[in-house]
């Protein structure tokens, strides 16, 4: 069999198990395609259409069979099995104690389209939530001249953090902390990052098994998705700099963020997804919305 038949092949059997995809990759030649080079030791930006009619050996296609079949008997995330995720060409360390990297913020933090809301003066950045730290380490290449916290309630989020922290060689960049929302991150912040977990319960019950094998704790939001950013929203206005701005990824839950905050003004950012899944929020907005959490 070639390179070209093999990840054919393996698309066709993801396909028809009707595994879920999403995380890393949005069809089943793509994910197929990853699976297949990583097996092989092969570089995942390999040049395929070069590549194709190169033969594989059959104790290679064996290897490439086995974690097809682990794909589809475990339902796991590729990225489970691979143990390493991309964003924004950056590597990252992953494993089932964190959710997989995939937030919009990254693009984002890597494109410019957060700059233009900040100044010089943006020293204390806060990536709230950050899991397997993929924000936070994104965040200190972007901003050479910040510092950056990332915090989690979650040990073992915050332990799979510190594998990407020290593997990127930002340790004198980047601090982990553990905290229960903002109540052990007084600040004041400049900037806070956070994806934090927003799926209502009605989608949760829906989650295809891809998604049950990440931790609930990085996912769950409550009947509405709402309820760690309703905490977030009253506490953040004291913890903040005068200038400060909240990032916040909401996935597909506008709906239920604009019946929640109703009066809150807010920008939404583009991504590739589309300009409903990251708002943009000021100290100002949310101070004038709690005015008395904001000292
Ligand atoms: C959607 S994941 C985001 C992970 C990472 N920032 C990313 O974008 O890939 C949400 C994270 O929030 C953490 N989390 C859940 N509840 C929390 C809380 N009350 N305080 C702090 N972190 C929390 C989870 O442990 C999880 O790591």
Not at 100 to 123: K, M, N
Not at 241 to 246: F, M, Q
């Amino acid at each position: 069999m070639t390179l070209g038949e093999l990840i054919a092949s393996g698309a066709r059997q993801l396909e028809q198990a009707g595994v879920a995809f999403g995380h890393g990759t949005t069809n089943a030649h793509d994910e197929a395609a990853w699976l297949v080079l990583w097996r092989l030791g092969l570089p995942l930006d390999s040049d395929l259409d070069s590549m194709k009619n190169q033969p594989v050996a059959p104790a290679s296609q064996a290897q490439v069979a086995t974690i097809f079949e682990e794909r589809i008997a475990t339902r796991k995330p590729a990225a489970y099995l691979t143990r390493e995720a991309w964003l924004q060409g950056v590597p990252f360390y992953v494993d089932e104690r964190a959710i997989v990297p995939r937030s919009f913020i990254a693009e984002l933090i890597a494109g410019g389209g957060i700059d233009e809301f900040l100044s010089d003066q943006t020293r204390r950045v806060l990536d709230l939530c950050t899991g397997n730290g993929s924000l936070a380490v994104l965040a200190a290449m972007a901003w050479p001249e910040v510092e950056v916290t990332g915090a989690d309630l979650s040990p073992d989020a915050l332990a799979v953090a510190r594998v990407n922290v020290d593997r990127h060689g930002l340790q004198e960049r980047i601090t982990l902390a553990q905290s229960d929302g903002l109540a052990a991150l007084p600040g004041p912040w400049d900037l806070i990052l956070c994806n934090p977990p927003y799926v209502n319960a009605a989608s949760m019950a829906a989650l295809p098994p891809e998604y049950r094998a990440e931790p609930e704790l990085a996912l769950a939001g409550g009947d509405d998705g709402m309820d760690f950013i309703r905490q977030l929203l009253a506490d953040a206005p004291a913890r903040m700099g005068e200038n400060a701005v909240l990032v916040l990824e909401i996935g597909n839950e506008r709906p239920y963020f604009e019946a929640a905050f109703p009066q809150l003004p807010v920008f939404w950012l583009e991504t590739s997804a589309g300009e409903d899944q990251v708002v943009l929020v000021t100290r100002q907005a949310l101070a004038a919305h709690h005015p008395h959490t904001a000292q």
